[in-house]
């Protein structure tokens, strides 16, 4: 079974550009949440999508935008980067059954640095 | 306010020693508490959950502990090995199924 995959995995932009970060999940998976991590601040909650729909969002600002296609894939879109949206970026996915109770699997992450 | 505090932040341990990583946490109400490991450069990866009727539950040299009463988790690693360095990180499922995460403690074993 594939495991969620990430792209791109690593991507350099400038302050002021856009970019959008892609996210397949395990197959059968409804749920894809993502999480911004840098070295000071641990793993950040950005939101989760569930059948196409945000269920839970963290606190960003709103430059940081996501949306969840029907067949699970997921996408999140930085806006109007800045210097401290260098980070990597983690895409999850969960299948919510009674055995799972929710697991996380995470993908390798997208790491983005600005400039 | 829900909150996961881990400590130590980092933790330098040599090879064959055990060690013990805690997690303090204020989530309320609880459903579930799961240690992930993090290897550098990759995403986290389950190592173990605790739900509120379980005390203590092993995967291999790790073993997780749950205090519901004092709100409290431990994950002790023994005989550690130098693929056990890396970031481990607890989180909370409270309500809502909203997820609280602990800042991780970074753990390096040295041979």
């Known amino acids: 079974k594939a495991g969620v995959t990430q792209t791109p995995r690593y991507l350099i932009k400038t302050r002021g550009q856009q970019v959008t970060l892609s996210c397949s999940p395990i197959s059968g998976h409804r749920s894809v949440s993502w999480y911004q991590q840098t070295p000071g601040q641990g793993l950040q909650f950005l939101f989760e999508?569930?059948?196409?729909?945000?269920?839970n969002k963290g606190n960003f600002p709103g430059r940081f935008s996501g949306r969840q296609f029907s067949n699970s894939r997921s996408e999140m879109n930085v806006s109007t980067l800045e210097l401290g949206d260098s980070a990597l970026y983690l895409c999850?996915?969960?299948?919510?059954?009674?055995?799972?109770?929710?697991?996380?699997?995470f993908g390798e992450g997208s790491r983005l640095t600005v400039l | 306010k829900n909150q996961v505090e881990q400590s130590p932040q980092s933790l330098i341990i040599l090879e064959g020693k055990n060690c013990t990583l805690q997690c303090n946490y204020t989530v309320s109400p609880f459903s579930n508490l799961r240690w992930y490991k993090q290897d550098t450069g990759r995403g986290p990866v389950s190592l173990t959950i605790m739900t509120f009727s379980e005390n203590t539950k092993s995967n291999g040299r790790y073993t997780a502990t749950l205090d519901a009463d004092t709100k409290q988790s431990s994950l002790h690693i023994t005989a550690s090995q130098l693929s056990d360095s890396a970031s481990y990180i607890c989180?909370?499922?409270?309500?809502?199924?909203?997820?609280?995460f602990g800042g991780g403690t970074r753990l390096m074993v040295k041979p």
């Open positions: 999850a996915s969960s299948q919510w059954t009674d055995a799972n109770t929710g697991e996380l699997f």
């Open positions: 999508y569930f059948s196409e729909t945000q269920r």
């Open positions: 989180v909370v499922r409270g309500a809502g199924n909203m997820l609280t």
